[in-house]
């Protein structure tokens, strides 16, 4: 038997067997999750198991944490030859040089695209709507779980965050409403206010997902409809020493993401209006941690781009640098909220885990700072 008609039989019968595990477990109730988008889940898990056996995919579990997945083939495309930039212009640089030397070598955007046998490379529809201030705004389709090619997740980011705030929808507006009353909110038992205290602790986690909902509503367009859930939880010993944070990402025996952050540190920060450095420094944490969330929810892992976008530098690829530049740039313009994302600092941390050069041009629209 031919190993791609094997392979095609071990895919389908995985993902029945995942489809037939899903429809018998109770999770199927309680993460509102319908038996129609099971199948293709199901079948995803079949295509994914048999390309991590192949080696073709590594997915990202946990971020922010040292990895060490590099494989032997790929060592001489990898950055583990290099010391770490100290700047971003000396990454710049270094980039430059290094498709300077070889300038046959292309990253992998550049390749010819492959039809992903899970999500099609579909296109997310987008409707013209009214907002409640009379303007014409895009809104989207409801997204599906691990069912979009990650450079479109990227791109709808990136084009829904460039609207000025008069053209934003009106669950936008309302969530924006909303969290600026929370930073004017300088009462002692504010959530904001509590979220600066040397213990964070004294936030829930309730409180902090509903703070969850509002951010990933201002910033991703998410709604009900598109059935991401994030947990929350503090942690005592933050899974690196050098991280305030890490997300969990969801998966098939885990349909939410876990985010926590880190109830004790922080990194030294600006006050903002009423709020703390502390309080800034763990919003920043935060949203770092749910473009994560955001992107591993959706991103299809079987795309042939998978490893690049996403998983490689530790979860800190070119999608997940582009959206968080989009929220970055979004936050301090259009809300006059000045966080940091922290994003040259994620690429340094997971040198080791950078299995593809970015172009150059593509690293310099990330506005790299540090
Ligand atoms: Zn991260
Ligand atoms: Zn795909």
Not at 16 to 34: C, E, G, M
Not at 113 to 125: A, H, V
Request: proline letters at 6%; one cysteine or more; glycine letters at 6%.
């Amino acid at each position: 038997m031919s190993p791609f008609r094997m392979s095609l039989i071990v895919g389908i019968c995985a993902g029945l067997l995942v489809f037939h595990v899903s429809l018998t477990s109770r999770h199927l109730t309680i993460i509102h999750i319908d038996k129609y988008r099971v199948l293709p889940r199901g079948i995803c898990m079949g295509i994914l198991s048999l390309s991590i056996i192949k080696g073709q995919i590594m997915p990202p579990i946990r971020t922010d944490k040292p990895t060490s997945r590099s494989r032997p083939n790929e060592i001489a495309r990898s950055s583990s030859r290099h010391e770490p930039p100290r700047t971003p212009h000396e990454f710049l640089y270094m980039i430059k040089e290094y498709h300077r030397a070889d300038p046959v070598k292309l990253s992998q955007d550049e390749t010819a695209p492959r039809t992903c046998k899970n999500c099609g490379n579909t296109d997310i529809k987008t409707t013209s709507v009214h907002n409640t201030l009379g303007n014409q705004v895009d809104e989207r389709t409801p997204l599906l779980f691990w069912h979009h090619q990650a450079s479109q997740l990227s791109d709808l980011t990136t084009n829904g965050l460039k609207a000025s705030r008069e053209h934003l929808t009106d669950s936008q507006l309302k969530a924006i409403d909303v969290l600026n009353g929370m930073i004017e909110d300088h009462s002692e038992q504010a959530v904001l206010q509590r979220l600066g205290h040397q213990d964070a602790r004294s936030v829930k986690g309730w409180e902090m997902e509903r703070l969850i909902i509002l951010l990933t509503t201002i910033f991703f367009q998410t709604t009900p409809w598109d059935r991401m859930e994030v947990r929350f939880d503090w942690s005592d010993q933050p899974s690196d020493p050098g991280s305030m944070g890490d997300c969990t990402c969801a998966g098939p025996d885990q349909p939410y993401a876990v985010v926590r952050l880190s109830a004790s540190e922080f990194r030294p920060f600006q006050n903002f209006r009423h709020l703390s450095g502390r309080a800034m420094s763990r919003l920043s944490t935060l949203l770092h941690e749910l473009v994560h969330a955001y992107v591993g929810y959706y991103a299809c892992p079987c795309c042939s781009s998978y490893r690049e976008d996403l998983v490689q530098l530790g979860g800190h690829g070119r999608v997940w640098q582009r959206v968080a530049r989009s929220v970055e740039r979004f936050a301090n313009d259009t809300l006059g909220l000045p966080i940091d994302l922290c994003r040259f600092e994620a690429i340094v941390n997971n040198w080791d885990d950078m299995l593809f050069w970015p172009m150059e041009d593509e690293a310099e629209g990330w506005e790299l700072v540090c």
